[in-house]
T-cell receptor, first 111, second 108 residues
Framework: DVKVTQSSRYLVKRTGEKVFLECVQD?????MFWYRQDPGLGLRLIYF???????EKGDIPEGYSVSREKKERFSLILESASTNQTSMYLC??????????FGPGTRLTVT | RKEVEQDPGPFNVPEGATVAFNCTYS??????FFWYRQDCRKEPKLLMS???SGNEDGRFTAQLNRASQYISLLIRDSKLSDSATYLC?????????FGKGNQVVVIP
């Protein structure tokens, strides 16, 4: 079974803090993705990566950056957290052109 | 941006009944299609892929209509455990486009 893990299920941070969300997959997938999900807005793609050290902006990259130093790990970074970044963050991985497998999500609250 | 559109519902379905819903997509070049299920406060999970010839998995049947650019999902003999949000998903190259989901509530 594909396993995608995320470093935290729940996280509370203060405005202005730097936040790291880690995602690890164990299926040797080339592609990895970061989404946020908010009520009424569905899943929105923040960034994705199709290879080590490669990254592509998704639909809402502002306020975020990513890092992919190893194939199995994809990190999402909030340089200076703001209250409008309170959300559920979901990481996913896939083979190219194939279905995505999601991690359990991190519910981030920025106060 | 290319979009995937779904009627959010909710679809209130008596236990044992059949429910069906469609999703339309705008990118005619899309080649792969999926239905995902998402339970409340959980991550989306793949329910089934959608093939050109249609496919069935137990009580679930998925159909693809390329000419009209829509995908459908039918659930027969609904169970209480089928209550969830069903996300229509369309492949667009290296990324997937997600609909906002059809919320299904199965009522005893």
């Amino acid at each position: 079974d594909v396993k995608v893990t995320q470093s935290s299920r729940y996280l509370v941070k203060r405005t202005g803090e730097k936040v790291f969300l880690e995602c690890v997959q164990d299926m040797d997938h080339e592609n990895m993705f970061w989404y946020r999900q908010d009520p009424g807005l569905g899943l929105r793609l923040i960034y994705f990566s199709y290879d080590v050290k490669m990254k592509e902006k998704g639909d809402i990259p502002e306020g975020y950056s990513v890092s992919r130093e190893k194939k199995e790990r994809f990190s999402l970074i909030l340089e200076s957290a703001s209250t409008n970044q309170t959300s559920m963050y979901l990481c996913a991985s896939s083979l190219p052109g194939s279905e995505q497998y999601f991690g359990p999500g991190t519910r981030l609250t920025v106060t | 941006r290319k979009e995937v559109e779904q009627d959010p519902g909710p679809f209130n379905v008596p236990e044992g009944a059949t429910v069906a819903f469609n999703c339309t997509y705008s990118n005619s070049a899309s080649q792969s299609f999926f239905w995902y299920r998402q339970d409340c406060r959980k991550e989306p999970k793949l329910l089934m892929s959608v093939y050109s010839s249609g496919n069935e998995d137990g009580r679930f049947t998925a159909q693809l209509n390329r000419a009209s650019q829509y995908i459908s999902l039918l659930i027969r003999d609904s169970k209480l455990s089928d209550s969830a949000t069903y996300l229509c998903v369309v492949n667009e190259g290296n990324r997937l486009a997600f609909g906002k989901g059809n919320q299904v509530v199965v009522i005893p």
